[in-house]
């Protein structure tokens, strides 16, 4: 059975740092592509962040505008997890985090083409 298990939320202040991990099991996810995406209450899954493997060489990384520059996605394929490190957060941040699997190597920033998903973590960013 696949399971994605989020860790890593809380409140911090902004301006903090908090890192997310994302626990993967059940299959081999080194070639899957990984991403994280957020839901604010009131609003719509949005994507975040996401790491393929791109030419059978290295992985790539994808950012949306409003976290490029403060967050960083990163994989251990050794831990099938996979990381995000949140720094300068803001209270437009708050929301409760997901991480997702895509069952293929391509980049995609839509929630509907992701195959597995993670039970969220709540990130809290007081002013």
């Known amino acids: 059975q696949v399971q994605l298990v989020e860790s890593g939320g809380g409140l911090v202040q902004a301006g903090g740092s908090l890192r997310l991990s994302c626990a993967a099991s059940?299959?081999?996810?080194?070639?899957?592509?990984m991403g994280w995406f957020r839901q604010a209450p009131g609003k719509e899954r949005e994507f975040v962040a996401t790491?393929?493997?791109?030419?059978?060489?290295?992985?790539?990384?994808y950012y949306t505008e409003s976290v490029k520059g403060r967050f960083t996605i990163s994989r251990d394929n050794a831990k099938n997890t996979v990381y995000l490190q949140m720094n300068s957060l803001k209270p437009e941040d708050t929301a409760v985090y997901y991480c997702?699997?895509?069952?293929?190597?391509?980049?995609?920033?839509?929630?509907?083409?992701?195959?597995?998903w993670g039970q969220g973590t709540q990130v809290t960013v007081s002013s």
């Open positions: 997702a699997a895509r069952r293929t190597p391509n980049y995609s920033r839509l929630a509907s083409e992701y195959d597995y």
């Open positions: 059940g299959r081999t996810f080194s070639t899957d592509t």
């Open positions: 790491i393929n493997w791109s030419d059978s060489i290295t992985y790539i990384t």
